[in-house]
């Protein structure tokens, strides 16, 4: 792979939605984050809240145009501060169908 080759395997999507989280490791209330980028087998949030590698978490959010749905994600690495790359683990399979399409819909308009 030559040097600045991406590496991800999925598209990644520029995004700025709200959405809230709770951690399935350490149960405690919803967090508020923002997801900054999304493509159908990662992400990445900014939140006040501080996260472990490895912590397992479930999100709440809905897409303009799709209706509210749960995805879990494990967070692979702080990018920065308060920002963290994760990896989406579990998600059913319409609602990954839903991702896509709003992902290549996403797209277009950028």
């Not at 912590?55 to 799709?66: A, I, K, T, W, Y």
């Not at 967070?75 to 990954?96: C, F, H, M, N, P």
């Amino acid at each position: 792979m030559s040097k600045g080759e991406e590496k991800r395997k999925y598209i990644r999507v520029i995004l700025d939605i709200p959405c809230k989280f709770s951690s399935l490791d350490y149960p405690a209330e919803e967090i508020g984050c923002k997801i900054v980028d999304l493509s159908i087998g990662g992400f990445s949030i900014e939140t006040s809240g501080t996260l472990t590698v490895g912590e397992n978490l479930r999100f709440n959010m809905s897409l303009p145009g799709v209706r509210q749905f749960e995805f879990l994600g494990q967070v692979l690495r702080e990018v920065g501060e308060q920002k963290y790359a994760l990896r989406l683990s579990k998600i059913s399979t319409s609602d990954r169908t839903k991702l896509s399409n709003f992902i290549l819909a996403r797209l277009e308009e950028q």
